[in-house]
Nanobody, 125 residues
């Protein structure tokens, strides 16, 4: 069983920056494919970004050029650096892990085996 714990959420002004962290339990973190999703009130959970075990990344068009995902396998942690944030980035942000054998469906919630509890990000205008 893998446990994921997000941190770093909070209130930020539009145009500002925030860095989210997600720390995983388990000794094989380096093999996990990691994703970030978000869910705003009244909306479906949506894909934000993905980073593979080999640090290949994918981004949703809405965050491309503003958000960056990275990972530190020595710390069992994946990061989401959020720059130039907008009010529409307000949501609960979740990290997720896909352990081998990979689903490969990394833009969908169903592509992941484990989820964190989420961290709230609020962007004020």
């Amino acid at each position: 069983q893998v446990q994921l714990v997000e941190s770093g959420g909070g209130l930020v002004q539009a145009g500002g920056s925030l860095r989210l962290s997600c720390t995983a339990s388990g000794r094989t973190f380096s093999n996990y494919a990691m994703g970030w999703f978000r869910q705003a009130p009244g909306k479906e959970r949506e894909f934000v970004t993905f980073i593979s075990s080999k640090t290949t990344t994918l981004y949703a068009d809405s965050v491309k050029g503003r958000f960056t995902s990275s990972r530190d396998n020595a710390k069992n942690t994946v990061y989401l650096q959020m720059n130039s944030v907008k009010p529409e980035d307000t949501a609960v942000y979740y990290c997720a892990a896909d352990a081998p054998p990979y689903t490969g469906n990394w833009k969908a919630s169903s592509g992941y085996d484990y989820w964190g509890q989420g961290t709230q990000v609020t962007v004020s205008s």
